[in-house]
């Protein structure tokens, strides 16, 4: 049996990836120093943002599961996406692997809406508002969950750079601020919101500063990645052989 120092140490995540080009900072998923644990990529060719997110190509689903399955093969312990729309497709692809697979970060919707009073909305912060259908929130039983939803799709820099792919450079600061604008806006129009899901992982590096403007709890493809990792290298907890009571006094 392995010890506690060495729980987690071959423990690799997936990560199934678009075909984009455009600069990854810290916090994005695909930027190696977003996690304290190793990660390993696996681009889909042709899986623009364009068929991923506009069009819910479905014939993209057998070249993304022939990507988890060479994850798979490669010994990743689980598989998530770099792409939150692809929740489209978690069925098959969790169907095709037999380690864990989690799509996207929507996967936490009816989760974090069963953590909220019943008359408060989950709000969710996606790439392309109307692209997102009730087929994708269906996807993962969250098509009767309270939301207010706010897009992406018309702010300048998110939409050149991700969406349209005119360039690779990205200027962090307009993106920010663009994330910024949208997340605060949807929180005025919508006060009755308890939390927010950030969908799409390129605006997932500016969580902090979100979080610090709205005051909700933020959910998102991190958030749930370093949770999964934690299910799969548990640890023996501390304070051995010492019982305490619930008010923490050894009993």
Known sequence: ???GAEVGRDVVIGVLCLDTSFTKIPGHIRNRTTFDFPVAYKVVEGATAERVVSQADPRLLEPFVRAARELEAQGVAAITGACGFL???QKQLADAVGVPLYSSS???LPAVH????SDQKVGLLVAKKRSLTRRHLEAIGGEHVPVCVAGMEE???FREVMLEGRRAELDA????SEVLSQAEQLARDN???GALVIECTDLVPFAHAIQARIGVPVFDIVTLTEMVYRTLTRRPFGGRGAVTDVHGQYA
Request: aromatic letters at 4%.
């Open 173 to 176: 600061g307009r993106l920010e």
């Open 114 to 117: 069963r953590m909220l009073r």
């Open 1 to 3: 049996m392995a010890s």
């Open 191 to 193: 006060p009755d919101m």
């Open 106 to 108: 929507l996967i936490q």
């Open 87 to 89: 929740v489209i497709f």
């Open 155 to 157: 702010q300048p820099e």
